[in-house]
């Protein structure tokens, strides 16, 4: 007799992207609450295009080329199988979830009424093991019974914490906590770097929160499986009779999800009890860099450069440009000469880099062999190979960026791990052990380090969201002052040392007038022009400023990319390799 594929014994790890027939394709516009899969891994379930253009949804078992309709799923999102996959239930506006069997039926309304409105928009849904829907509900989370129609509270917001909802639901396996992502407020759709991962205790109805992150799911290898802001899949080790969180999370190699300047949340991946993960992977985004004047007005650096680019920087003559594509390091000349490709694949970008004050080397957040960044050193030539920096920090290390003497490497830690991204600093030939230059609960993340070496700019989001503040420096706890007050990202200072520029929370690129000296004295600030088409980053500054402080280095997108289903068989077959691989 022929075994299943399901039943078959096979652990190799297996990623398929999926092309779907014109017609029944993905929603484009709908990306972000499409997918889901059955718990045996057989079947997925995806929002796509109706004969009259609206929203339907569609189910394709593996053993079958074409996708069916979902009868009365007419605007329909956020489908989650029942336990047994033989029925699948959604949401349907106004604020309604219906259960519809597959074998055939009639669609039930389960519930339609005390759901919050976010059901009509970003919310989620899951089908628990223990036959309850859970769904987001007014004033926190709460589950119902198919054929009851009668919401349980499981989780109330925590009003002295600033809960505004609970999204995205998922019963742990043991039934005794399930996973949902706080926002804290109503611009968490174009905020995604403020949501945080949380499980809520069955028993008191608290949320605790865990992580910073996105639409946490439970994974069978013992950990949760959840997204960062910036789309990187992220899983960290999970006890589900603590309902803790047992050590630092690690980057996973698939990415699901971006967030489009201006574009919203996107967050779209489901992961069976059996171990295939389904996603929506948006194609390449189409950036090209652009020199952009003060006024706003781009022009085209290298016309000979257009695909997936990113972290342009400057280097310290102005002469060439060190920047990521598709992954891996290279020198761009701005003369027009030949790129030089500085990295080839065995050791992948996972920062931006940044160059050594003499020109001749590049320094580069990087992944080599496993889940684990570091902070690698490549020099600039033909044949030159990346080399790992000694850096005596056992946690993740992002945003290497030397000091403009060299004397000091200054970087940020892992906003996942113990301490939520502190910012420290080893001095070249010298110290064995990082000294910590800024350490909070918060996250403290993209350093900079003044021209003339006495300041620290960085972001913080220690009053509730990512603001730009400057230390002195090295010795930080002299002085300290608060330069936005509008949200701010990416601070970059102008090599003069008279202005410090950053990203506000409007998207407009902002110039503060600054005076260097034994104190910072600051001017008032002023917005130059709107930066949303062209790429950011909570995280580490996506842009450079030119030497005389006219003219900005930026990555603009120049292409929308559209939604591509991938489908990776034995996914916690391959996180549990991973784990083996992590640094203690």
Known sequence: MLQSRSEAVDHNVKRLRLKLPELTNINPSQVGRTVGISPDGETIA?????????NQLYVRKWDALNATAVPGSTNGWEATFSPKGDSIAFLIPPHRVKVVPLAGGVPIVVADSGLYGLTDGINGLDWGVD???YVTAQAGTARVRPGENVLQRISTLDATRGDFAHLYPRLLPNGKGALVTIAFDALFGSRPDSLVVAVVDLATGKATPLLRGIRAQYASSGHIVYLRSDGVLMAAPFDQGRLAVTGPAMELRDTVMMNIPSGGLIADFSLSASGTLFYTKLGPAMYRAHWVDRAGTPTVMRADLLGRHGGVTLSPDGSRVAMSIDDDLWMVPLDQSPPLRLTTGAVAMSGRAAWAPDGKTVYFAGIQGGAFSTLFQVLIGEGSQPKAVPMGEKRQVFGGTPSPDGTWIVFRTDNQAPGAGDILGIR?????????LVASKFEDLSPAVSPDGKWLAYSSNESGRHEIFVVSFPETSAAKFQISQDGGIEPRWARSGRELFYRNARDKIVAVPVTLGPTL???????????SMYYAQTYTPQYDVSADGTRFLMMRIVGRPRPEPVVVFNFVDELKALVKNVKP
Not at 428 to 436: L, Q
Not at 521 to 531: N, R, V, W
């Open 131 to 133: 036959g309850f829907l």
């Open 428 to 436: 070249v030939g010298v110290d064995t052990v990082p000294r910590v």
């Open 46 to 54: 995806y929002v796509g295009i109706a004969p009259d253009g609206s």
């Open 521 to 531: 004295i600051k001017g008032t600030s002023k917005e130059l022009f709107d930066a």
